[in-house]
């Protein structure tokens, strides 16, 4: 055999060999980043501006009168549509009435026609310089006169925020139910993991919709104080009956209390008038109110989520419980919470980053469902889910007024399905059972 001149290459000096990047594997997870990157900047980042005081259109700026931004409109401006869209002679008749007076009248001028014939103009260089002062809008507007660009941005954020922080309830929460669940071990984790299956076999949307009620009707207490009033006024009928040597205990004289208020109109008149004295509703803001409906809507949302991730969470621990580490630890006297938090919980970050992830975009369907239905976001405050539902009013055989349903629905599907691809990329970077080789 002849001697190559091929020179052999030690194996320490052979060039390393290439590795998958597990974070870069999934395609559709890189794109579903990238656009989610692009909605998150676009919807909280501009929250500032969406939510942010305006003088209303048509008022006087030193009457001092302001409105929020997203509820800001003109009904002369009432379903315009997009920008890019050529209106109807209708609608340049109602964008020309827009145009401010000083405006019309100084085009008038310089055309030399009057400010009628420049409001009515149709074609022609009047025309054209009235198009010009238009104002702009770029999805056009609903049926206030409100931007929909501006609503479309503000109940992104909102359904956002909402989708978010219910997830990060619901991870809360079934991590520590799961972790203890399977921590424990034993009959505990036996009683634990069948209520997760009774609340398993609920429907999910009939407890979702449930608690959205009860907290709303909670939060609606609070500020009436409704409660407190009849129970003042009962209590102050009973000491009237007493007082006349009438025994009101038990069932019998529950009914004793509310026939004498019954046959008493002015005097239950008084201690109601009374009550409402003792107990007046709370002043709640605007702005409060408003965080309240918030904050019970993401805890009904959140307090129903967590059931997968608390299975996850279980057998997970289950399973790193009876790792070497973990004995050593025990053996060595750790408490159980530096266990957890120092052991345990580092090994349950990646599925936990990963259900968190697909948490997500169930809760923002779960809000926008809700606000669908009317009891989640509350009118003025957009979301996307109330947004459809204003705009399923628009479609009709005579005029459909179709971009009011079209851009909140496109907005919500494209983000819950970039969602969805970034949670499964995460899956497939995270588990290794999924990794290739």
């Not at 997203?70 to 920008?83: F, I, K, N």
């Not at 580490?325 to 990646?350: C, D, K, Q, Y």
Request: charged letters at 20%.
């Amino acid at each position: 055999m002849g001697m190559t001149n091929e020179e052999s290459i030690p194996a320490i000096m052979a060039p390393p060999v290439g590795r998958d990047n597990p974070l870069t594997r999934s395609v559709a997870g890189m794109i579903g980043l990238g656009f989610l990157a692009c909605m998150l900047i676009a919807c909280l980042a501009t929250l500032p501006y969406t939510l942010g005081r305006v003088t209303p259109a048509g008022a006087d700026a030193a009457s001092g009168r302001t409105v929020v931004r997203y509820s800001d409109g003109q009904t002369s401006g009432a379903r315009l549509p997009p920008a890019w869209i050529e209106p109807s002679s209708e609608q340049v008749e109602r964008l020309n009435a827009q145009v401010p007076a000083e405006r019309v009248e100084a085009i008038a001028k310089e055309h030399g026609v009057s400010i009628k014939a420049a409001i009515d103009a149709r074609e022609g260089a009047v025309a054209s310089a009235m198009r010009e002062q238009w104002p702009s809008y770029l999805l056009g507007t609903d049926a206030l006169g409100r931007s929909l660009l501006v609503r479309v941005l503000a109940g992104g954020g909102i359904s956002l925020v909402i989708g978010i922080a219910a997830a990060a309830l619901s991870v809360c929460i079934g991590t520590a139910y799961g972790a203890i669940s399977g921590y424990v071990g034993g009959r505990v984790d036996g009683v634990m993991m069948r209520v997760v299956d009774v609340l398993y076999g609920l429907p999910y949307v009939l407890l979702v919709v449930l608690l959205a009620v009860a907290s709303d009707a909670m939060v609606g207490e609070y500020i009436s104080r409704q409660k407190d009033r009849t129970v003042w006024v009962r209590e102050q009928a009973t000491l009237m009956i007493r007082s006349d040597g009438v025994a009101v205990d038990g069932r019998a004289g529950r009914e004793a209390v509310r026939a004498y208020l019954a046959n008493n109109e002015k005097i239950k008149k008084n201690l109601e008038a009374d009550a409402f004295k003792q107990f007046p509703p709370r002043k709640v803001g605007e702005g409060t109110r408003t965080a309240l409906d918030l904050v019970t809507l993401l805890i009904a949302i959140g307090g129903v989520s967590w059931l997968t991730m608390a299975r996850v969470i279980r057998g997970q621990v289950l399973s790193l419980k009876q790792q070497p580490f973990i004995e050593a630890a025990r053996a060595m006297g750790l408490p159980t919470s530096r266990i957890f938090l120092r052991h345990l919980l580092p090994n349950l970050v990646g599925p936990i980053t990963v259900y968190a992830t697909l948490t997500v975009p169930q809760a923002m369907l779960q809000e926008s469902f809700l606000s669908f239905l009317g009891i989640g976001v509350k009118p003025p405050l957009p979301s996307w889910g109330n947004l459809a539902a204003e705009g399923l009013g628009e479609l009709n055989p005579y005029q459909s007024h179709w971009w009011l349903l079209v851009f909140p629905c496109v907005m919500l599907g494209t983000t819950l399905l970039a969602l969805n691809f970034v949670g499964e990329g995460l899956r497939e970077a995270l588990d290794p059972k999924r990794s290739r080789r």
